[in-house]
């Protein structure tokens, strides 16, 4: 379209007048549309090519073909990677181009006993998994897009926690609104890297974070997931003792949990 968008700035001086900054950010906002949508169209693009490239990978059986069996594995593996990559742009794409928060109910305790359940599944009895309900309040959102924002943050945790790590996940309310922290063991990040680990494809050590499996897109998407929710994450943490990804919702959020009457 061809409306002007503004960014206005106040500078306020000592003296009580102020100046008014005015900026014309059209353009500027034009060419994040286009890198949105070719970012979309790319993902969208490349989706068919993968899923047949991956099914016939899927047909050859390695143990047939002994000479070629570790680059088959290797070949599947890095397929089933590019896949997951383009699935997780898509998601971004979607989550950048939704503009109302979903209203349903997040029912808390379900959700977090099968995020326990992942947990302990991606764990394979590696690590000690906690669960700590403080809080017994639901959330007002999309029960799908938290799902996999707090999975994301339990296996990071998991998968860079080294084994007989602890890991824990907890739920807590009150008057101020609710936060879901998911704390580990693992190394630890070195603050200067903080600021910016929820950009895509941003990582702290490159080599460790591509061998642990994932796509460098888990911190995005939860952090586009809470934008979508009002709510913010936070990120303490400290080396050689562990982090804590704590996922902060207000108030308004909240919804009291249902009785048991109200649920039969
Ligand atoms: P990835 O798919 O690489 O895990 P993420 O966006 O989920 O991508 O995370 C970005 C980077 O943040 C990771 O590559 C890793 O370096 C760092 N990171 C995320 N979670 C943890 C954690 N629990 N402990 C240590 N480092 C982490």
């Given at each position: 379209d061809d409306r002007i968008r503004l960014s206005l700035r106040r500078i306020p001086y000592a003296d009580g007048r102020s100046l008014l900054v005015a900026r014309d950010i059209s353009q500027l906002q034009r060419l994040e549309q286009v890198r949105r949508d070719f970012v979309a169209n790319v993902s969208h693009e490349l989706r068919t090519p993968l899923t047949v490239v991956h099914g016939y990978l899927d047909m050859i059986e390695p143990e047939s073909l002994?000479?070629?069996?570790?680059?088959?594995?290797?070949?599947?593996?890095q397929s089933r990677r590019m896949t997951q990559i383009v699935e997780d742009l898509l998601t971004l794409s979607r989550l950048e181009a939704q503009q109302s928060t979903p209203d349903e109910r997040v029912v808390m305790p379900a959700l977090l006993e099968s995020l326990r359940r992942e947990a302990a599944a991606l764990s394979q009895g590696?690590?000690?998994?906690v669960l700590e309900r403080l809080g017994d309040m639901d959330l007002q959102g999309s029960t799908k897009d938290l799902h996999s924002a707090f999975s994301?943050?339990?296996?990071?945790?998991?998968?860079?926690t080294p084994d007989g790590g602890r890991i824990v996940l907890r739920w807590?309310?009150?008057?101020?609104?609710?936060?879901?922290?998911?704390?580990?063991?693992?190394?630890?990040?070195?603050?200067?890297?903080?600021?910016r680990l929820t950009e895509r494809f941003y990582r702290v050590s490159t080599s460790r974070s591509r061998e642990s499996g994932g796509t460098g897109l888990?911190?995005?998407?939860?952090k586009h997931v809470l934008q979508l929710h009002q709510a913010r994450l936070d990120i303490r943490s400290e080396v050689g003792v562990g982090s804590r990804f704590i996922c902060v919702f207000g108030p308004e959020r909240l919804l009291p949990a249902r009785t048991l009457a109200e649920e039969a």
């Open positions: 002994p000479e070629y069996e570790p680059i088959l594995r290797e070949l599947r593996m590696r690590h000690e998994i994301n943050l339990v296996s990071n945790a998991v998968r860079y807590e309310c009150d008057a101020d609104g609710a936060r879901l922290t998911v704390i580990d063991t693992g190394p630890g990040i070195p603050s200067q890297h903080l600021p888990g911190l995005s998407i939860v």
